[in-house]
């Protein structure tokens, strides 16, 4: 059984920046951010895996990056030139094979979240 703990979500101003942390207990494969903002779907926003390959979504690039190391059970999203759209629920997920899933429901494990809102 795995659990997730996220932190360091909040409001900021367009252009802004947070930080925000997934700290997982527990045997994962791939840890992954996923936001949802409120009606519309739930999507994924970045993931890595055990080995440190890592994934983006295209709507992230260049502005959010991982770090952190899913051996360690720590991973971080560094969210840079934040805009209103990027509002959302955050929430981290883990899987404990071998790959990362890019849909939702591939992931057993969840955190509660953390809340950004970029005004």
């Known amino acids: 059984h795995v659990q997730l703990v996220e932190s360091g979500g909040g409001s900021v101003q367009a252009g802004g920046s947070l930080r925000l942390s997934c700290v997982a207990s527990?045997?994962?494969?791939?840890i992954a951010w996923f936001r949802q903002a409120p009606g519309k779907a739930r999507e994924r926003v970045a993931a890595?895996?055990?080995?440190?390959?890592?994934w983006y979504a295209d709507f992230v690039q260049g502005r959010f990056t991982l770090s952190g190391d899913v051996a360690r059970d720590t991973l971080y999203l560094q969210m840079n030139n934040l805009k209103p759209e990027d509002t959302a629920m955050y929430s981290c997920?883990?899987?404990?094979?071998?790959?990362?899933?890019?849909?939702?429901?591939?992931?057993?494990?969840w955190g509660r979240g953390t809340q950004v809102t970029v005004s």
């Open positions: 890595r895996d055990r080995d440190g390959v890592t």
């Open positions: 997920a883990a899987h404990v094979s071998g790959y990362c899933p890019s849909w939702a429901s591939g992931y057993a494990y």
């Open positions: 527990g045997y994962t494969w791939c």
